[in-house]
């Protein structure tokens, strides 16, 4: 089963904008609106920062926004903060009723 | 808040089977879907299972012949059975529950801390 495709790694400055692109197919983010995020620190639990392509959970910063073009989905941080530094991934829900990741991207706060 | 524990042993032998309970607390099991990711070190993370908590199943295709997972009502637990492992199942093990919104179920809302499981003899 292969994964969604992310960039290694994004950096950026504090208070700077930046977007992790997340592609699959039509087969999983083009085909539905289950696309979702996470935000990981090692040795933490991952924590959902965004679920259906564009809605933030209560808590969640509104720095965070995600979108979707076609087969691409994308995060974006704004007001880029030290503390999102993190690993991040999106999900989708894929035809064959199941869920598959993206490879992950290192996020650095220069 | 939903509160989810893995627990398990830490070892398992190659070709044995590696065996994981998840408690959820703080909130019923009842009427959610419930999942299994893992995260091999160094690398990303990967969907293994999900199931609901009537019983009914669904298995990443890549491992649907080793994978078995269900579901205890009475304890608020779901376990993960996988067969005949070797060092590539080394890898920390995550329950979550999948989340529910008006456009349906495509979201892992809660998840455990996770549970490091080594393959090793």
């Known amino acids: 089963q292969s994964a969604l495709t992310q960039p290694a790694s994004v950096s950026g400055s504090p208070g700077q904008s930046i977007t992790i692109s997340c592609t699959g197919t039509?087969?999983?983010?083009?085909?539905?609106?289950?696309v979702s995020w996470y935000q990981h620190h090692p040795g933490k639990a991952p924590k959902l920062m965004i679920y259906d392509v564009s809605n933030r959970p209560s808590g969640v910063s509104n720095r965070f926004s995600g979108s979707k073009s076609g087969n691409t989905a994308s995060l974006t941080i704004s007001g880029l903060q030290a503390e999102d530094e993190a690993d991040y991934y999106c999900s989708s829900w894929r035809s064959g009723s199941t869920y598959v990741f993206g490879t992950g991207t290192k996020v650095t706060v220069l | 808040q939903v509160q989810l524990q893995e627990s398990g042993p830490g070892l398992v032998k190659p070709s044995e089977t590696l065996s994981l309970t998840c408690t959820v607390s703080?909130?019923?099991?009842?009427?959610?879907?419930w999942s299994w990711i893992r995260q091999p070190p160094g690398e990303g993370l990967e969907w293994i299972a999900y199931?609901?908590?009537?019983?009914?199943?669904n298995y990443n295709p890549s491992l649907k012949s080793r994978v078995t997972t269900s579901v205890d009502t009475t304890k608020n637990q779901v376990s993960l059975k996988l067969t005949s492992v070797t060092a590539a199942d080394t890898a920390v093990y995550y329950c979550?529950?999948?989340?529910?919104?008006?456009?349906?179920?495509?979201?892992?809302?809660?998840w455990g801390q996770g549970t490091l499981v080594t393959v090793s003899s």
């Open positions: 703080r909130g019923s099991i009842s009427s959610y879907y």
């Open positions: 039509s087969s999983d983010v083009g085909g539905y609106s289950f």
């Open positions: 199931i609901y908590y009537s019983g009914s199943t």
């Open positions: 979550a529950r999948i989340g529910r919104s008006v456009a349906g179920t495509g979201f892992f809302d809660y």
